[in-house]
């Protein structure tokens, strides 16, 4: 085999991954549960960048209606319930596969089956890390031994506070800490 066909095979093979590994960090990725697995089960099973890439999704998908001054509320709308939610409430839906309504919401730790000062302080870790806040997460994500490995190092870029009027616009630098982590294996 001549070399500029070995150098055009491997330039082939180099331009692939770059489109895969741009499709997976557009579209974004999470680990996969095994849907027996309790909510405790798998955060045990997450990475930190597994934690923010479900932070991100759940918020370009959300489960109820995104309002970042609410860990969970109702609001009526035309007549209408809805249920509303910060970044935590949605990813709280995402791992625990579940959706919140007007008869659950505020009984959060009872629908994902976890002991409620769990889910407070997680809930607050999830808060502080939308708002760009890694230190007051990592104190809070640091105390519990089912979440203490989803602590994020020193990242070397500001990071944005998500909003509930603009947060759609900050998320990629959610996503970018989501692929730098991934990169490091954490």
Same mark, same amino acid.
């Given at each position: 085999?001549?070399? $500029?066909? &070995?150098?055009? #095979? &491997?330039?082939?093979?180099?331009?692939?991954?770059?489109?895969?590994?741009? $499709?997976?960090?557009?579209? !974004?990725? @999470?680990?996969?549960?095994?849907?027996?697995?309790?909510?405790?089960?798998?955060?045990? /099973?997450?990475?930190?960048? =597994?934690?923010? +890439?479900?932070?991100?999704?759940?918020?370009? /998908?959300?489960?109820?209606?995104?309002?970042?001054? %609410?860990? !969970?509320?109702?609001?009526?709308?035309?007549? +209408?319930?809805?249920?509303? !939610?910060?970044?935590? %409430?949605?990813?709280?839906?995402?791992?625990?596969?579940?959706?919140? =309504?007007?008869? %659950?919401?505020?009984? #959060?730790?009872?629908?994902?089956?976890?002991?409620? =000062?769990?889910?407070?302080?997680?809930? @607050?870790?999830? =808060?502080?890390?939308?708002?760009?806040?890694? #230190?007051?997460?990592?104190?809070?994500?640091?105390?519990?031994?089912?979440?203490?490995?989803? /602590?994020?190092? @020193?990242?070397?870029? %500001?990071?944005?506070?998500?909003?509930? @009027?603009?947060?759609?616009?900050?998320?990629? /630098?959610?996503?970018?800490?989501?692929?730098?982590?991934?990169? #490091? !294996?954490?």
């Amino acid at each position: 085999m001549k070399l $500029a066909n &070995v150098f055009k #095979r &491997v330039k082939l093979w180099d331009l692939y991954l770059a489109v895969v590994i741009w $499709a997976k960090r557009e579209k !974004g990725w @999470e680990v996969c549960f095994k849907k027996e697995w309790s909510f405790v089960e798998r955060l045990k /099973a997450m990475k930190a960048s =597994d934690l923010v +890439q479900v932070m991100v999704n759940s918020l370009k /998908a959300p489960a109820v209606r995104v309002n970042m001054h %609410t860990f !969970g509320d109702i609001i009526v709308e035309d007549g +209408q319930i809805v249920c509303i !939610g910060c970044a935590a %409430t949605n990813s709280i839906c995402r791992i625990g596969e579940v959706k919140f =309504d007007y008869k %659950t919401i505020y009984n #959060r730790a009872a629908v994902v089956k976890v002991n409620k =000062d769990l889910l407070v302080e997680f809930e @607050e870790a999830i =808060d502080n890390l939308r708002k760009g806040e890694l #230190r007051q997460y990592n104190n809070l994500i640091s105390r519990n031994k089912e979440t203490h490995h989803l /602590a994020i190092p @020193e990242y070397p870029k %500001t990071l944005p506070c998500l909003n509930t @009027e603009d947060y759609e616009k900050n998320l990629h /630098a959610y996503q970018d800490l989501a692929y730098w982590l991934r990169k #490091r !294996g954490l």
